[in-house]
């Protein structure tokens, strides 16, 4: 066999190898030499929020893409096989992520380092009727916390603790440093909502979502939640005619006349509720579940509370 020959099925085999190492990822152990370690986050809200603490550190892996709902999303093979090689996954728990929370398991019973951030903030159960869940949701965790800037400053606390015990290779000093700083950002944030809320009357802080999303927002800056078009903590419940029935008999009483609808999911049932009420109903989207792409209105936790912030005290105040 000529030298020409063998160079070139040397170098079809090189490229064989390549190709094959990019296509199967982490899935294969290929890893073309970079031994970084490496979190791998579920949601992308709390992969923001980790990405903040983390910093340079280690490599940070968010399986949910934007403007998905946690409630519905799954993973491909690569990405359940990426939660198993992982040095730590952080979770929001709860319930909330449906599909890969037997993926987030499997990893725990591989040996990998867990942390489900919505069991360590001091969850809120749902209620039942008007006041925040549905009688099958009655007593059950909301998995909602982000809405409640203080429980993030603690979930964010304390995965940065996660990351210094679990993720070797890292700096700590580095890791508690970023964590000070984000902390500062959550704290102004919460004292910049305390005052954009504060023009809210009274009388009109009452609040109706698409689904039951902003207990911690209600419970931490003084609302009341009359209810929902979905009455459960899921997007992937559906309402009967008697909860719309039921739901605008309850805006009526309250003179409650906007529904807040995630900007990631459809507002046909909001559509719906305002058919109800005869058309004098306004249908306000929030980023409620999901970040959206950079630079598309809620690109990081703190740019999405900030927006939905804004725009809740503008429809409740009319401005």
């Known amino acids: 066999m000529s030298a020409r020959v063998q160079t070139a099925r040397l170098r079809a085999l090189l490229l064989t190898l390549v190709s094959f190492c990019v ?19 579920t949601t992308n809200i709390l992969g923001d929020i980790t990405r903040e603490i983390v910093g340079e550190e280690a490599d940070v892996s968010v399986l949910m893409k934007p403007n998905a709902d946690p409630h519905s999303f799954g993973l491909s093979a690569v990405q359940a096989a990426e939660l198993e090689n992982a040095d730590l996954v952080v979770y929001n728990g709860l319930g909330l992520e449906e599909n890969v929370l037997r993926h987030v398991e499997a990893a725990r019973e591989s040996g990998v380092a867990t942390f489900a951030a919505g069991e360590a903030v001091d969850p809120l159960t749902f209620h ?25 400053r603690k979930a964010a606390g ?40 504060a023009s809210v009357p009274a009388d009109r802080r009452a609040l109706v979502t698409n689904h039951h999303v902003f207990g911690y927002l209600a419970d931490r800056f003084g609302f009341r939640v009359i209810g929902a078009v979905i009455p459960s903590g899921t997007t992937l419940a559906s309402p009967s005619s008697s909860d719309l029935r039921s739901l605008t008999q309850a805006m009526e009483k309250a003179g409650v006349r906007t529904v807040f609808a995630d900007s990631s ?10 058919e109800e009420m005869g058309g004098d109903v306004d249908v306000v989207p929030l980023y409620s579940e999901s970040l959206t792409e950079k630079g598309e209105g809620a690109g990081t936790y703190l740019e999405m509370m900030r927006a939905n912030t ?10």
Not at 130 to 143: L, N, Q, V
């Open 23 to 41: 296509v199967a990822g982490t899935a294969t152990g290929c890893t073309s030499g970079d031994d970084r370690p490496r979190v791998v986050v």
């Open 128 to 152: 039942t009727g008007g006041e925040g869940g549905s009688e099958e949701d009655a007593g059950e965790p909301d998995p909602h916390f982000w809405t409640d800037p203080d429980r993030v």
């Open 158 to 197: 304390l995965i940065a603790d996660q990351v210094v015990e679990h993720v070797d290779g890292v700096s700590e000093k580095t890791v508690r440093a970023n964590a000070e700083r984000y902390d500062g950002q959550l704290a102004d944030l919460t004292t910049w909502m305390e005052k954009s809320f």
């Open 265 to 274: 999911q459809p507002t046909r049932l909001a559509e719906v509720l305002r």
């Open 310 to 319: 804004a725009a809740m005290a503008a429809s409740l105040t009319g401005g």
